[in-house]
C-alpha cells in the first residue's frame, strides 16, 4: 500500500480494520489504483429512468453482465447497481471487481417533486454478495429528507459495523428549490457537507453552477470573496466543504453528453482537487469498444498521463 493510500485511509481513524480494508480496495484496484483517484461505473438508471431511456442506445446494456464485463475491462475501480443488477451477474464475476450495492432507489412513474426513494437492498444482501460498500441515495431540499437522513443513519451504522463501506448519493432535490438551485454552488457544498456529517465515506454530488439559491449563503459568499467563478473553483469549494478534503468526493457524470465537456469536467475535477468520477449514462449508452476508450481516457486525465 502506498502513502497515499495510507493517507486516505488515516481521515477514518475511526473505522473498523474490515471497512478501512474496504475503503482500500476501491483505492487500489484498476487503472487508477494508488493514485487516490477513482472512476466507477453505476447502472442504477434502470430503476431511477426506465429500461428503454437507459439501455435502447445501446441494447447489449440490458443484460446485467455487460455491465460486470465493462467495469472490469475498462479497470473501474468499482461497479455500483441496485440489488438485481448485481444479483445477474455476480456469480460469473465475483472476485473481479470491487461492488457496492445500492440499497435504495426511486422511479419516475409518478411526478414527484419531494421524492422518497424506496429501500431496495439491505447490509445483509451486500454482504452475501461480496460487496465492498453499501451505497444510498439522499435528496436534500426534499419535504422527506429527514426519513431518509435517519435510515441512512441506521443504515450507515450496521453497514460500518459489518466492515463496509458507505457510499452517498446526495442529490439536493425538492419543492423548496429551483431547478437551477438543484445544483447551485451554495446547495451542492451543503450537500456534500450533509453527507459527511451522516457518515459517508464516499460522497457523490453533482457539478455544481456558479449560481447561488440561499439570499443568506449568497451573502457569504459575496463578503468574504469564496472563489466560484471556474468549475474547478467550484470543484474545490465542495472538497473543501467535505471536512477539507478529508471525506472522498466523487462527481456525477450526468446525461450523456458530448466527450470534449465531459473531458473538459474530468480535468477541472482534478485539477480542483476532486478524487474521480462515477460515470454511467456516458459510458454504457455506447458500444463497448467506445467505452472503454472513454473510460480510460477519463482515467488517463485523472492519472495525469493525459493533459
Not at 426534499?142 to 451504522?157: F, T
Not at 482537487?273 to 477519463?298: D, H
Request: one cysteine or more.
Amino acid at each position: 500500500m502506498n502513502e497515499r493510500i495510507k493517507e486516505i485511509l488515516s481521515w477514518y481513524g475511526s473505522d473498523n480494520p474490515g471497512t478501512r480494508t474496504n475503503l482500500a480496495r476501491l483505492l487500489s484496484h484498476g487503472k487508477l489504483g494508488g493514485t487516490g483517484r477513482l472512476v466507477i461505473l453505476p447502472v442504477d438508471q434502470g430503476f431511477e429512468h426506465g429500461p428503454a431511456r437507459s439501455f435502447a442506445p445501446n441494447p447489449p446494456g440490458y443484460d446485467p453482465h455487460y455491465h460486470f464485463e465493462l467495469a472490469i475491462e475498462a479497470g473501474c475501480n468499482a461497479y455500483a447497481a441496485p440489488l438485481g443488477f448485481l444479483e445477474g451477474g455476480v456469480t460469473r464475476y465475483a472476485g473481479q471487481i470491487p461492488l457496492i450495492l445500492k440499497l435504495n432507489n426511486h422511479d419516475v412513474l409518478h411526478d414527484d417533486k419531494d421524492p422518497l426513494p424506496a429501500v431496495t437492498g439491505s447490509v445483509r444482501d451486500a454482504l452475501r454478495l461480496g460487496c465492498s460498500a453499501i451505497g444510498y441515495t439522499i435528496y436534500p431540499g426534499s419535504s422527506h429528507c429527514v426519513p431518509m437522513y435517519e435510515q441512512l443513519r441506521a443504515i450507515a451504522e450496521e453497514a460500518k459495523a459489518s466492515g463496509l463501506a458507505v457510499v452517498v448519493w446526495s442529490y439536493p432535490r425538492g419543492s423548496a428549490l429551483s431547478k437551477e438551485g438543484e445544483t447551485a454552488m451554495d446547495v451542492v457544498a451543503y450537500a456534500a457537507q450533509i453527507a459527511a456529517q451522516l457518515g459517508a465515506h464516499v460522497i457523490k454530488v453533482k457539478l455544481p453552477t456558479a449560481h447561488l439559491e440561499q439570499a443568506a449563503a449568497k451573502k457569504v459568499y459575496e463578503a468574504e470573496q469564496i472563489p466560484i467563478k471556474t468549475l474547478s473553483e467550484r470543484v474545490r469549494h465542495v472538497v473543501q466543504s467535505s471536512f477539507a478534503g478529508r471525506r472522498i468526493v466523487i462527481f456525477s457524470g450526468g446525461a450523456k453528453s458530448d466527450d470534449k465537456n465531459v473531458f473538459e469536467e474530468a480535468r477541472a475535477i482534478r485539477d480542483g482537487g476532486g478524487f474521480g468520477s462515477i460515470i454511467g449514462r456516458n459510458s454504457f449508452q455506447r458500444p463497448k469498444p467506445e467505452a472503454i476508450k472513454f473510460l480510460r481516457t477519463v482515467m488517463g486525465i485523472y492519472a495525469g498521463e493525459i493533459p
